[in-house]
């Protein structure tokens, strides 16, 4: 290996010259025969246009076809101007990335970036099960979660109204409260573990249907919409990047879990006691409550 190296390192001098060398004479080559390409040329358009001039049905055809090319042209730049205008619109908001994800390409496409831009690295999530996202083997933020610096998670409250109205919003006949409940308590039992591995990992439980399903890592922001009767993966997902721009979305989510995350009114939930904490403006402790984790058996 550092004998072809070194010899890489030889060759690349003389190459370097010898490409130049041929540039040049192209060149030279070029500019030499332009004044008889130009004659050869003119002396052949002269001649076919001589036979042309007096042929009116290929004249007629030739008019058409050129004005179903500037047609084509035309649009082709209308469209390219309104492209590039869209094209600038979702930069300066920080939109960079929209898809379905619903092929199983698309889906495994999306988790190696999610992995790529998430893992040692602090994760904040917004969900409403969290099941399918990270404690699921297959989720997509799994291997993220189990090799973060740190996680700041938001999960729907099992017992809460919000989750009620959201299992029964949904059509799918498999969907329903206490599925809801099963998955939520396993999504707890997955951050235990890795809070038991001495993982920073911290979970606040709300009450409200959800209306984002919203994953932070870094400079990049994936969001989902969660609306009423349909499953969130089925709906388009939506990926910003922080930009230096004011106006991004991404600053507008970013502050939008913030404000999620401090409001006083959403407990957290302690992971080794199984109690819920609630806590004043200024972070402090005020109560607790004993929390009933849902069980199966139950």
Known sequence: MFNKRKLKDVLKGPAHILYHVFIIALS????LSLPSAMDFIARKFLIYWTVVG??????????????VLLIFVFNYLGRSWKD??????????????VSSARSFFARRRHRLIKEDLGIARDIMLVGSTGFRTF???????????????????????????????????????????????????????????????QK????????????????????????????????????PEFVFRHNQNPGSLYVTFYEYFLKLWNNPVVPEYDLETDELVYRNLAGN???REKFGVFSPEA
Request: charged residues 30%; neutral net charge; proline residues 2%.
């Open 28 to 31: 030279a080559a070029i500019a």
């Open 54 to 67: 007096n042929e009116k049905i290929f004249l007629v055809s030739i008019e058409i076809a050129l004005a």
């Open 84 to 97: 590039r205008k869209l094209s600038k619109m979702a930069q300066s908001a920080g939109l960079v990335f």
């Open 135 to 197: 404690a699921d083997d297959r989720g997509e933020l799994h291997n993220v979660m189990k090799h973060c610096r740190q996680a700041q998670v938001m999960l729907l409250n099992p017992f809460s109204e919000g989750a009620s109205i959201r299992a029964k919003s949904i059509l799918d006949p498999e969907i329903n409260l206490e599925r809801f409940r099963d998955q939520i308590n396993r999504s707890i039992d997955f951050l235990k573990e890795l809070r038991a591995i």
């Open 200 to 235: 920073n990992v911290r979970l606040k439980l709300y009450d409200e249907v959800p209306f984002l399903k919203m994953a932070i890592s870094g400079d990049y922001i994936w969001i989902r919409h969660y609306h009423s009767g349909f499953d969130v993966q089925g709906m």
């Open 285 to 287: 402790e005020e109560r």
